[in-house]
């Protein structure tokens, strides 16, 4: 079992930057993949970012936000810069066996933190 805790969201002015952490309990955590989702109102959770060894990204963040991962303290991040209004949304963070190929489906995971809200203002 795996239980996933984000933090770091808040409120900022477009052009802003946020680093999201999220903190993993478990032995195992350097064998998941992790992954970022985040789901806006009324929108269905969309990929953002995930890593095992090297990160990958979906194109709407790509060169804006990086994913990295400190295993020795069990905890990835999402370094958010350039942010846009419409990078609002409840980010999650999620882990699992997944293989890259796979890092953009939610279904994939098997663990999910609870949110941390990110709200870029205009």
């Known amino acids: 079992q795996v239980q996933l805790v984000e933090s770091g969201g808040g409120l900022v002015q477009a052009g802003g930057s946020l680093r999201l952490s999220c903190a993993a309990s478990g032995r195992t955590f350097s064998n998941y993949a992790m992954g970022w989702f985040r789901q806006a109102p009324g929108k269905e959770r969309e990929f953002v970012a995930a890593?095992?060894?090297?990160?990958d990204y979906a194109d709407s963040v790509k060169g804006r936000f990086t994913i990295s991962r400190d295993n020795a303290k069990n905890t990835v991040y999402l370094q958010m810069n350039s942010l846009k209004p419409e990078d609002t949304a409840v980010y999650y963070c999620a882990a699992g066996y997944v293989s890259r190929s796979q890092y953009r489906k939610p279904s994939e995971y098997a663990y999910w933190g609870q949110g941390t809200q990110v709200t870029v203002s205009s």
């Open positions: 890593i095992l060894w090297r990160g």
